[in-house]
């Protein structure tokens, strides 16, 4: 009796094993046409993948081992890795690949669902109802907010660079600076996070991207009664907790005027007091026509600020380090905004578009360090991937790795000089023309970036103010950073800098 119950059973997950099997035949044809590494049964490359510190730099070493784009296993999931121009444009530009990752559920589960973080059909309709917030004229109504957050920026330098002649950690004090500025023109609110105690934010931001990263890279916490008892799950419900808690303080004033709604005069009189051109006001009004929740509105804040700030803080802080390690560089972009400025007063939206070379040593520094490493799709449809040996078919539901890094990184993109800083050799009026699709900082096509001109904006003008007035200097080399693929790049050590007026 038990003999036969033990024969029945096994004959029954065979079965089940086999139907498995079949139903996921098109992954497997694709794997063995896009040859990769096979990884371990039901983990994939979970093992190889999940030490942030050294997943970038295995990455690099697979695309030279195998011919990418090529399909491996993240846990069950089909894994299709790419990291060259050609792939990353019919990627970028296939209806069919505007879905982010499965693997950002997990960051949307602790931030919100908002369009970092969203699929379509909702990533459509808030994309369209959100876009207008980031238009140009109304970036341009930004300036002054930048130019003064400039100036709160330039005393601190100024006082603990020069006046106190300490070595200084300038992320720390550029994430304060662009928080700030990110706080004001999102949600109206100055939050004087030079003064007051914020560490604890910046933790719970710094918390939450390491633990859904972690997360992703470890396929055996994708199950989410699994995931609830771990260790990571509890660490997130602490950082989640700031945030929210952050996100409410910002929110409060506008969502008790709207809910409480007892007339419509307080509505009015708020909002004669505050600028029409900034994201909440615009959100507030699609709420009050029904077309957002304030749900939808907490959970696109969360996510405008998060990514907002943690993006530009990366990506101006490595300009800066990188000029900082390149004196040369330095000089030649202080003469630049000597000619182009005056030594004082803010800085026009005309000065900033005749700032050539400081848009190049940006570039540069975002090329070398790509802000978001590495971007993940999901591809909702059936989609041909044309290949120089063959065009392939790409079963919908397959996860896409895009390898920002890497790609901006190869010499077989870039040249002999792709892992150097150099941004007259790389974006200078004498470089070689590259592939449309070879610089991706804030991605491209469908699904690009709705705040890359905020970015850009807010970097240009902080860099011009920074080396108009001052030197930056590092004992720090290139090939000493260690970095560590995380939502946004991060560093395993913030090199010191020390700072000299001019």
Known sequence: MLLGTCIILAIWLLLVWTYFLWTRRRYYKAAWQLKGPIGWPLIGMGLQMMNTETF?????????KFKAPFVSWMGTSCFLYVNDPQTVEQVFNSNHCTNKGDF???????IGDGLFTSSAPRWHKHRRLINPAFGRQILCNFLPIFNAEAEVLLLKLDLEGVQHGKELEIYQILKKIVLEAACQTTMGRKMNFQHDGSAAIFEAYNGLTEVCVKRMLSPWLYPELIYRRSRLFVQQTKVVGVLRGFVEQLLSPIVS???????????QQESKSKSKSIFIEQVREHVERGQLSWQDVRDEANVTIAATFETTSTALYFTILCLAMHPTYQEKLHKELVAELPPNGNISLDQLERLSYTEMAINEAMRLFAPVPMVLRSAAQDFPLRRDDGDFLIPR???????IYNMQRDERVWGPLA????????????APSRHAFAFVPFTKGLRMCIGYRYAQMLMKLLLAKIFRSYRIITEARLDQLLVKGN??????????CRVKRR
């Open 419 to 430: 892992r150097t800083y150099n941004p007259d050799a790389h974006f200078g009026p004498e």
């Open 397 to 403: 539901g397959t996860q896409i790795g895009i390898d």
């Open 487 to 496: 939502i946004s790049l991060k560093l395993s050590n913030y090199p010191l």
């Open 257 to 267: 005027v709207v809910d409480l709604d007892t007339s419509k005069e307080p509505l």
């Open 104 to 110: 950002y559920r997990f960051l949307s589960s602790a």
């Open 56 to 64: 970038l730099q295995y990455m690099d070493k697979l695309s030279h």
